[in-house]
């Protein structure tokens, strides 16, 4: 059964402040694995998809990297803004077509 | 572009009832799934719609939920006999998958059985 477990469950930090989440993975051949970001109140925003290890993604602050057993999400002098909890999913080649989610990594940035 | 959009975006219903909940994807999406989220869990899967088929329904939690999509577009989640452990916001999303395998959600509908 594929499973992800993300940690920290939460983390603070400083505007200013980098920092790294994880995000561990067990899957029957990845297909591919996700980042979103949660805003209280609202849906999962797409952020990235990883589909082989070694490789890695940028979007403004935030780049993501993947190996064979984890994804890390860096946060380079995070905003206030930036707050908010971030989910990683995976999805696998067992037969079904679900994402499997992680319990998220709830981010506060403090100005 | 227009997003995925869920109605109603709260719902509060009495033990018993009958509730549905509407999701309506982006334009020519193939793909639809439902997820529920409740407090303190993650993302839970439902149900995946390609077309107007169901090909995995493994992740409804009893027989009494059930869902359906039509022209394949609009779909319909609906919970019968509502519990109180079935309060939880029921996120939809929706993919092409011809172009890649990136869900997109929906604001979600937040249903709290009372």
């Known amino acids: 059964e594929d499973q992800v477990t993300q940690s920290p469950e939460a983390l603070r930090l400083q505007e200013g402040e980098s920092s790294s989440l994880n995000c561990s993975y067990t899957?029957?051949?990845?297909?591919?694995l996700f980042w979103y970001r949660q805003d209280p109140g609202k849906g999962p925003e797409f952020l990235f998809t990883?589909?082989?290890a070694g490789e890695e993604k940028e979007k403004e602050r935030l780049k993501a990297t993947l190996t064979k057993k984890e994804s890390f999400l860096h946060i380079t002098a995070p905003k206030p803004e930036d707050s908010a909890t971030y989910l990683c999913a995976v999805f696998g080649q067992g037969g079904s077509e679900k994402l499997v989610f992680g319990k998220g990594t709830k981010l506060t940035v403090n100005p | 572009g227009a997003g995925v959009s869920q109605s109603p975006s709260n719902k509060v219903t009495e033990k018993g009832k009958d509730v549905e909940l509407r999701c309506d994807p982006i334009?020519?999406?193939?793909?639809l799934y439902w997820y529920r989220q409740s407090l303190g869990q993650g993302l839970e899967f439902l149900i995946y719609f390609q077309g107007n088929s169901a090909p995995d329904k493994s992740g409804l939690p009893s027989d009494r939920f059930s869902a359906e999509r039509t022209g394949g577009s609009v779909s319909t989640l609906t919970i019968q006999r509502t519990q109180q452990e079935d309060s939880a916001v029921y996120l939809c999303a929706s993919s092409s998958k011809t172009v890649s395998y990136e869900q997109y959600f929906g604001p979600g509908t937040r249903l709290t059985v009372t």
């Open positions: 990883l589909y082989s």
């Open positions: 899957v029957s051949g990845l297909r591919g």
């Open positions: 334009s020519g999406h193939t793909a």
